[in-house]
């Protein structure tokens, strides 16, 4: 029984489109983070939403927009993909605001051509 | 905002071998701090974490240890072990916002 589950896996597209990452957690955490790890391995946080009620807003091009529809939901939404958007995206969760253990997702690997 | 700072970015090292992996943090606010482990295509998991009232934690072969005057906290991996090989990151939190360090590939050879 996965604890925190992110779709697709891998996602490979074109310069300019459209796409969506989803990611549920079953853990009853109030707190969900989006991470984007590039191709040097750096772990960035992007955003973090704790009850619904985004928390964490990183410098990121407003092209990436998430959503959380309920507290055990966070997807992200990037519009006009970049080459330099390619990277891996991992969502993670925890109880606590950033003091607490993340469990992560398997990561969503995209790639831009 | 916080900044960590993580040494080395390599690490070799031969089996049975003890591995330090050191870093640094510059917000003196800073409460809590976690060292993940992620294999080849994996992703990041907990292995030990310590909080600012603590000085030193140890779980079997791992141990860490935090310097709050100097600002600086270090994982300690003795008996190293081939399994142990991986990317080890070091994470600081500062009003609730968890901050990573650059990471240390570490390879222990058999």
């Known amino acids: 029984d996965t604890a925190v589950s992110q779709t697709p896996k891998y996602l490979v597209t074109q310069m300019g489109n459209d796409k969506s990452i989803k990611c549920e957690q079953n853990?009853?955490?109030?707190?969900m983070y989006w991470y984007k790890q590039d191709s040097k391995k750096f772990l960035k946080i992007m955003f973090s939403?704790?009850?619904?009620?985004?928390?964490i807003n990183e410098t990121v091009p407003n092209r990436f927009s998430p959503k959380s529809p309920d507290k055990a939901h966070l997807n992200l939404h990037i519009n006009s993909l970049e080459l330099g958007d390619s990277a891996v995206y991992f969502c993670?969760?925890?109880?606590?605001?950033?003091?607490?253990?993340?469990?992560f997702g398997s990561g969503t690997q995209l790639s831009v051509l | 905002g916080e900044n960590v700072e993580q040494h080395p970015s390599t690490l070799s090292v031969q089996e049975g071998d003890s591995a330090v992996i050191k870093c640094t943090y510059s917000?003196?606010?800073?409460?809590?701090f976690p060292w993940y482990k992620q294999e080849l295509g994996k992703r990041p998991q907990l292995i030990i974490d310590?909080?600012?009232?603590?000085g030193e934690k140890k779980d079997q072969r791992i141990a860490v240890t935090l310097n709050k005057t100097a600002k600086h906290f270090s994982l300690h991996i003795t008996e190293t072990q081939p399994e142990d090989s991986a990317v080890y990151f070091c994470?600081?939190?500062?009003?609730?916002?968890?901050?990573f360090g650059q990471g240390t590939i570490l390879t222990v050879h058999p």
């Open positions: 993670a969760s925890s109880s606590g605001t950033g003091n607490e253990k993340l469990f």
């Open positions: 853990l009853g955490h109030d707190t």
């Open positions: 939403y704790n009850n619904k009620e985004l928390i």
């Open positions: 917000d003196s606010a800073s409460n809590y």
């Open positions: 310590i909080r600012s009232n603590v």
């Open positions: 994470g600081g939190t500062s009003y609730g916002k968890l901050t």
